[in-house]
């Protein structure tokens, strides 16, 4: 019976990635993916004639340059279209916009705030700062800092340098991001409700903490860390959808040897004598690896995909109290038309970007009131964009696509399983936010795809919906993501392996988790790592 | 506006104040806004040389920067300030608030009087530099290249003051060169021959004020007016008119940039980096690090970084100095990196010309101290000359020399020639 090399356990784009560079440093590997198409939560599915959807992920910015270069996704069709800003509707029937012109952007705020409009620059560069000294760590793997390996104690004390690095006020900068809640930072920097509101955004996005909640700041941050082709901060929609990205990612793969099963379901990891031997379909079917890695979050891998006895008890707890709790849910929604929003001119480029609707702190914080209370919000936080006013790929001409983010949905509604019911409910609690501001917007749907963290959860397999594969709060990030002793992509049982979301450096459709797993990977087969690129350098 | 026309469910304001927010918003169709000389601009731009200063669309040069250099040191230069970020600060307490934020000794500028400061962060780190004008005992204007409304908010907290941010409402000018003064008095401002260097006065102009002020930006005789922007055209025309047979020129910023560097002064984020906006710390200057510590007044009261800049002097923490230097040969040194005997970088030069009122090659620098501070020989830079895509790589000896690299007496005469 054939062994691979590798068994891949999952066709996200972090197991495409790491899959692309094992095969390509001369391993045999196979992916199986449950579904039969791949993707994971990078996906673009066509779910009614002629338009394709986003379906979970839906803008570009985080993914590392180095892996697209490495992995020649350019080659196999990738390109991602930058976008321009975005605003927040206000309910006074105006909005604040956000410009990618410095200039533009100064006056767009000092229509709300003069002083806030000039407390940018100092936001952007204490931001900025903070960037620069997490982003190098994005692509390496975080030490262990038990260990007196010479190699874990060399990335210790690159990061201590690092850190040291830092002036005093940066430290103390560095210590209270990491710490402290977003509404709190932005306190520091901006005294209008929108302009925060407009901020917090992104501190919240994925995370089942509101803008209060300590620990938010860094969330912030992780949105902040990414770039388009080198303009830093900049988001993009990849053309044809999220789905491009792993469609090249499979190409790629495919192109240097690799193999892919969709429809191929892994029921749980084939362990023997404490080491990883293969993996059982859900069929019966045994495939037989020599070692096998998971795509799939610590907690699918550890608690339903390998038994309780392979694994020691600290560990076992350590994964169940992982934090992966379900906030968020996915309205995509096929329109015969664009939407008009009459707050907005219809010149404005940001009916090209990303759309919100809330427009104070307090609505953001009483949204999450609702998912604490185990309810989806009544009125909910919503990320929306309409890629086709970009792209011309994903619908018929003149027809659109919208996807919408929705934050806050809870795993379980009022301690139950979401039903249809609830389903079409929360749907409904989207629909008529934008409808407030968009009037006839209804007249214009077309189909309409809704994913609660149900729905996610068994499509896409991610525990309770989260799109993080864990929360990105300090106490789960590097050394101790996903689980202290544990962060270096490896597992307690030999020949499992790590490498989705879940891991260093966390999730959005980055590609470094699966990169720095391969690289760990092929350090234990003493392979070469000369096909993968160093990060680029931040000087 | 075709938008004004549009139906707005959700708001249920007044058409006024839609109207008015409408317009607000429209200013992202334009990137780069006119200044209320536009026109004038426009008209005169043969050039068509644009550059983005602060969000307006200002010229690098009109028809020829050559001789719109020319026209500052033989003749009248006209160049729009406008875009220059302006703040009035007002109040009982703005004496007290000002000289609080900013290096220099605040109660001793009276008013009509204008002096160049600098302001910087608790840690003494330079925030900006500009020009405070003293307009009444209680009314001041901070002019600067950098915008601060934030951080003169906080700073102003536990003082009887009011800041406004006011560049758009008030007009800019800065006439320079040696019949500036002569132009003035043509244009019929009586009593302008008593303002002496930094001295400012208001005269009336299209039943309204301007205020002129004997500084600028060139190191040669000239003058500075402020007029709000609904008088702007016409203070041009004035002034043009008046000035046509004594060679006044409108003059784009390349121009005023090379009569600034002989002069000797410093561009902020040109020569060095502004605190708000150095990413890297340790692009981080202190006073003394960029040639303003003269500005500094130990008698002084508290004001804003004043502990962290004694104590960098005193435990010898300053790093950098900003020097003047003279450069062997014609070949501008524009950025090249400066070493010690040839071979141990230590700096690196922020501005370089060949100047002509000196016939000097000069430059201005930032090195890394003992050089240029207390070890000033065996400075060399390495300039890279592209010349037909080759570089012409070039060692030529430096030495450091006082600043401004001109000395015009026609600056400071009292009264002002008539040329």
Redesign the interface.
Same mark, same amino acid.
């Given at each position: 019976m054939k062994a691979w090399d590798a068994i891949v356990i999952g066709g996200g784009h972090n197991g495409l990635v790491n899959a692309c560079y094992l095969q390509r440093a001369g391993l045999d590997v196979l992916v199986v993916e449950k579904n039969d198409w791949v993707g994971g939560a990078a996906t673009s599915r066509e779910l009614t004639p002629g338009f394709l959807y986003s379906n979970c992920s839906y803008v570009c910015s985080l993914f590392r340059p180095e892996i697209m270069r490495d992995l020649e996704l350019p080659r196999f069709g990738l390109q991602v279209i930058s976008y321009e800003g975005g605003a927040v509707f206000t309910r006074d029937g105006d909005y604040l916009a956000n410009y990618r012109d410095h200039d533009v952007h100064r006056r767009e705020f000092a229509r709300f705030s003069r002083r806030d409009a000039e407390a940018y620059d100092r936001y952007a560069r204490d931001v900025t700062r903070q960037c620069r000294f997490i982003q190098p760590l994005l692509m390496r793997t975080a030490p262990d800092p038990t260990s007196l390996k010479p190699r874990d104690l060399g990335e210790l004390l690159y990061l201590g340098k690092k850190f040291a690095g830092l002036s005093a006020e940066e430290m103390a900068l560095t210590l209270r991001f990491w710490t402290m809640s977003i509404s709190d930072f932005l306190d520091e920097y901006f005294e209008t409700d929108v302009i925060k509101a407009n901020f917090a955004l992104s501190g919240i996005i994925g995370t089942a903490l509101g803008p209060m909640s300590p620990g938010t700041a860094y969330v912030l941050l992780h949105h902040y860390m990414g770039e388009v082709d080198g303009s830093v901060g900049a988001w993009g929609y990849a053309r044809g959808g999220m789905g491009a990205v792993t469609k090249a990612l499979a190409a790629s793969f495919k192109a240097s040897g690799g193999t892919i099963r969709t429809g191929a379901e892994v029921d749980h990891v084939l362990v023997s004598r404490g080491k990883a031997k293969g993996v059982v379909l859900a069929g019966g079917e045994e495939i037989y690896g020599k070692l096998v890695v998971s795509n799939a979050d610590v907690k699918r891998t550890f608690l339903k995909l390998v038994e309780e006895k392979e694994l020691p008890d600290i560990f076992l707890r350590r994964v169940k109290n992982f934090k992966i709790r379900g906030s968020s849910g996915k309205v995509n929604i096929a329109l015969d038309s664009l939407p008009e929003f009459p707050a907005l001119p219809k010149d404005s480029p940001v009916y090209r970007g990303d759309m919100h609707f809330t427009d104070s702190m307090e609505r953001m914080e009483r949204a999450y009131d609702d998912w604490k209370a185990g309810r989806w919000s009544a009125d909910p936080f919503l990320d929306m964009v309409i890629p086709t006013t970009l792209d011309p790929t994903m619908a018929p001409s003149g027809k659109h696509f919208m996807s919408c983010f929705v934050q806050y949905a809870p795993p379980k509604v009022n301690g139950r399983d979401w039903t249809d019911a609830d389903r079409d409910g929360f749907a409904e609690s989207v629909i008529a936010q934008i409808a407030e501001y968009s009037p006839g917007f209804r007249d214009r749907i077309v189909h309409m795809e809704v994913r609660t963290p149900r729905e996610i959860e068994a499509e896409v397999g991610l525990t309770e919906g989260n799109i993080f594969q864990g929360e990105l709060t300090f106490d789960q990030l590097l050394f101790n993501r996903p689980v202290p002793g544990y962060a270096q992509y490896r597992s307690p049982v030999g020949g499992l392996y790590m490498c989705g979301s879940s891991t260093h450096p966390g999730g959005g459709v980055m590609g470094a988790p699966g990169r720095n797993s391969a690289a760990e990977i092929l350090r234990d087969l003493a392979k070469s790592t000369s096909h993968m690129s160093p990060a680029h350098d931040v000087i | 506006m +075709?938008?004004a026309t549009? !139906?707005?469910?959700? +708001? !249920?304001?007044e058409d006024a104040a839609?109207s008015a927010?409408?317009d +607000?918003?429209?200013?992202?169709?334009t990137?780069?806004l006119g200044t209320p000389f536009q026109p004038r601009l426009d008209a005169l731009a043969k050039t068509q040389d644009w550059y983005?200063w602060?969000?307006y669309r200002a010229p690098h040069s009109l028809w020829d920067e050559e001789l719109e250099y020319f026209a500052i040191r033989s003749q009248a230069a006209l160049f729009d300030i406008s875009p220059m970020t302006k703040y009035r600060i007002e109040g009982p307490d703005a004496e007290a608030f000002l000289d609080r934020v900013t290096l220099r000794d605040v109660t001793r500028l009276r008013p009509g009087r204008v002096h160049y400061t600098a302001w910087c962060d608790d840690?003494g780190f330079v925030l900006d530099d500009g020009t405070l004008f003293r307009l009444s005992p209680t009314r001041f204007r901070l002019c600067s290249q950098?915008?601060?409304?934030?951080w003169l908010?906080d700073s102003a907290i536990g003082f009887d003051v009011t800041v406004d941010?006011e560049t758009e409402a008030v007009a800019g000018l800065a006439l320079q060169g040696p019949t500036s003064f002569a132009v003035l008095r043509d244009a019929g401002f009586a009593g302008v021959e008593k303002l002496k260097v930094f001295d400012l006065m208001d005269f009336p102009h299209d039943d309204a004020t301007v205020t002129i002020s004997r500084t600028g930006f060139t190191g040669d005789l000239g003058y500075e007016l402020f007029v709000s922007a609904d008088k702007a055209l016409s203070l041009w025309d004035r002034l043009m008119t008046a000035g046509e047979l004594r060679g006044i020129r409108a003059i784009g910023y390349t121009a005023l940039n090379r009569a600034r560097l002989e002069a000797g002064l410093i561009v902020a984020n040109a020569d060095f980096t502004t605190a708000?906006?150095?990413?890297r +710390?340790d692009r981080l200057r202190r006073p003394d690090e960029i040639g303003l510590g003269f500005m500094i007044d130990p008698q002084k009261a508290h004001f804003n970084g004043r502990r962290a800049i004694f104590e960098a002097r005193a435990k010898r923490k300053l790093r950098h100095v900003l020097v003047g230097l003279e450069i062997e040969g014609n070949i501008p040194a524009e950025h090249a990196i400066v070493y010690h005997k040839k071979s141990q970088e230590v700096g690196l030069v922020s501005a370089a010309m060949w100047s002509p009122m000196a016939k000097r090659n000069i430059a201005i620098a930032s090195l890394v101290r003992p050089y240029g501070d207390t070890v000033v020989e065996d400075l060399w830079v390495e300039i890279y000359a592209m010349r037909e895509l080759q570089y012409q790589k070039l060692m030529k000896r430096a030495k450091v020399v006082a600043r401004p690299f001109i000395k015009l007496d026609r600056r400071t005469a009292n009264p002002p020639a008539d040329f």
């Open positions: - | +075709a938008q549009r !139906k707005r469910p959700v +708001a !249920k304001t839609v927010r409408i +607000a918003q429209s200013h992202f169709r990137l780069r983005n602060a969000g840690e950098e915008r601060h409304l934030p908010l941010e708000e906006h150095a990413i +710390a």
